[in-house]
């Protein structure tokens, strides 16, 4: 039975060591950021090292790869697109339009195509805010549409679809109405939606975990939460607690770890409040006795001239739900937490207390995932500050700056060939020596693309995939 479950498990390993040599989703296998790849340029711009260039509609979703095709999304006008294109010269082979239905509010850094697609090699999906779901052949072939929202989330959304089995996951928090959704990846039949009601604004992609004894698992990192569900069944399974209010990047595992990092407004130390139950707050405030409070009887003037950063679902007064989620985001605290999570162990319940190693609090990303490196924790954060942790501890290694790219940060950091590469938002790519456990970093060059990037690099075959706001790249180390 031993050598069955261990079976099992290698199996899930290689499926996911498949992947990676496609990069198959955001930010490669199971969203770590991390490939084998070798010989990759220590110098690449618009003039070095370039295999191919190709001109795109603007967009922000990161390019990925079948071992022939690249597959980004992108937007013009009233249109959303998937675009495919040959990896061996960059030639567009088809490019699929869908008319955008609506125009939701977005952050200025987001996209009306912010989301990654995810591939198996026969087919791509895609998702939009303003549409929902497609699917294609990648031949380009319509599968299947499943229109969803319109969202309530004020800064558009962000998660990622991801695969597993024969279904196409996908999670989806706003103010009100969350929601985590499974469909049949060949029909798009729904076969099963967990409305996620504690859940408020969130963009973080799921990622996968395989359990000895108990089967395939999706984590999904929301407010103040990390949910475990049975992908098969959509239960719950596990959740760990202690996350803020607002969660933006990936969570990644090794080494028997999970990492989650959450940065959001007014959490960081030290910001803490005790909010009054909303009880108290009713029988002091609630003059017509409805149940409610409205923008008149809240006594806070800040708060009503804020309304919709309170009232969840836009109608117009408090409720108990815009309440809790009020005294939630003034109670958490931001931070970076480490859970032990070995395949082997009987996870059930709420495992914070037991799971939880160590958390750090300083320095934190507001938008790029954590990167896990040979075995040490990468912080990326806005003004180009890159911070290396021990990943067994938590201990600080290195902090120092991306001298020459100061700028935002909106890309994940990835890494390969012994190599991070960093993109800010202006389009400045740093690449970045690793030292391996010993944390150490040193710069090997900062390169301008001279226009804006909000996408993730790839990698696959040797060669550096990385996009811009106008211009899709493939890099090589030159033979010359």
Not at 451 to 474: I, N, S
Request: glycine share 10%.
């Amino acid at each position: 039975m031993t050598i069955f479950r261990l079976s099992l498990g290698l199996l899930f390993c290689l499926s996911l060591q498949v992947n990676a040599q496609t990069w198959s989703q955001f930010r490669g296998p199971n969203g770590a950021g991390v490939a084998n790849e070798t010989n990759l340029p220590t110098e690449l711009s618009p003039t070095k090292n370039v295999v191919w260039k190709t001109a795109l509609p603007a967009g922000h979703s990161s390019p990925v790869l079948t071992k022939d095709k690249i597959f980004v999304t992108a937007h013009e006008a009233e249109k959303l697109l998937v675009i495919a294109l040959n990896r061996a010269d960059g030639k567009i082979i088809w490019q699929r339009e869908t008319l955008r239905p609506r125009k939701q509010e977005l952050h200025k850094s987001n996209s009306p195509a912010s989301p990654s697609v995810v591939t198996d090699g026969q087919s791509v999906y895609a998702f939009f805010t303003d549409f929902g779901l497609l699917a294609y052949s990648v031949e380009g072939k319509e599968l299947w549409r499943l229109p969803l929202g319109p969202f309530n989330n004020p800064f558009g959304m962000g998660s990622s679809p991801i695969l597993a089995d024969d279904k196409l996951l996908l999670n989806c928090d706003s103010e009100s109405g969350s929601f985590f959704l499974a469909v049949n990846k060949k029909t798009g039949k729904v076969i099963y939606r967990n409305e996620r009601r504690e859940a408020t604004r969130g963009f973080s992609t799921p990622i996968l975990f395989k359990p000895e004894k108990a089967p395939l698992q999706v984590l999904v990192a929301g407010s103040l939460r990390l949910s475990a569900y049975d992908v098969a069944t959509g239960k719950e399974m596990w959740f760990l607690r202690g996350l803020t209010w607002q969660i933006k990047p990936t969570p990644v595992m090794g080494k028997g770890m999970l990492y989650v990092l959450g940065w959001a407004g007014g959490a960081d130390p030290g910001q803490q409040e005790t909010i009054p139950p909303f009880a108290e707050m009713l029988g002091k405030y609630d003059g017509d006795k409805n149940g409610n409070l409205s923008k008149a009887e809240v006594p806070d003037p800040k708060m009503a001239r804020s309304w919709n950063d309170f009232d969840l679902d836009r109608d117009g007064t408090l409720g108990e739900r815009d309440w809790h989620a009020y005294q939630a985001k003034r109670a958490v605290v931001n931070g970076i937490l480490a859970f032990a999570l070995e395949t082997s162990m009987s996870l059930q319940g709420d495992m914070t207390d037991k799971l939880l190693r160590w958390r750090f609090e300083k320095m934190l990303p507001n938008t790029p995932s954590p990167l896990l490196y040979q075995d040490v924790l990468y912080l990326l954060k806005e003004g180009g500050i890159l911070t290396a942790l021990d990943a067994a501890t938590g201990k600080e290694i290195k902090r120092g700056r991306l001298t020459g790219a100061l700028g935002d940060y909106y890309a994940s950091p990835v890494a390969s060939d012994g190599k991070l590469f960093a993109l800010s938002e202006e389009g400045k790519l740093t690449i970045i020596k690793t030292s391996g456990a010993g944390g150490e970093w040193e710069i090997l060059s900062v390169n301008d693309f001279g226009e804006a990037a909000h996408a993730t690099p790839a990698f696959a075959d040797g060669k550096v995939y990385v996009r811009t706001h106008k211009t899709l790249y493939c890099f090589a180390q030159s033979t010359k």
